[in-house]
């Protein structure tokens, strides 16, 4: 008989094959990883996720259309600038005002005044902006606000808040307490008055009289009425 010789297979272009699966495999397996790791970072980040607050300020996803926060108070382009708050006025404010006991005759009075916000709107003011006046019926007996310097400060008779050039800030509902005096004095625009000509001021009689807080030479609610004896 004649023997058959058995021919050995040739394993290389298998593994050659296999070789070249698996090193593409890897590959695939370490992109994935460094795409991975980027989403990650841009995440947290905030470079590009929807709704992601990024590093001026703005937000992709803030329930209001128009530029973020920080470029509404910087304009978009330089620094930020000072919130504009109106001036209050008379309207802008509730008052509570009152004068504790009986007033001797010549001894002034003082008056406890409180302020309350009662915009909508946010309001400034400085308490120098504040004078008291004095009435006796339909005579004024003393204007603090006939006789405001130009720097804030009230002048005789009625004068200026305790605390005077304070700043004040009033949303709704905020309040401020202070006091204003009243020399007891009768006074005409911003001097003593002196009817008897002896030099020395006149000092109001005994009687019925009303205080009134002005802001800026408007009235302020209500007026309180206190007794002189």
Known sequence: MTATRRRTANLWPRRILTGLALVAAVALLVLGAVRLVGALGNAVSGGGGDGATSESGQSGDDGQSGPGLADRMSGGTSGLQSVVIDPCSAQDLTIQIGVSGPVAVGAGATVQVALTGASAADCSMTTSQLALRILSGDQVIADGSACQATDGQSGEGADAAT????????????????????????????GALDADGDGAGDIADAGTYRAQVLLDGQRIGDEAIFEVR
């Open 163 to 190: 605390g005077s050039g304070t700043p004040l800030l009033f949303a709704t509902g905020d309040s401020w307490s202070g006091t204003l005096t009243w020399d007891g004095g009768v006074h005409d625009g911003c």
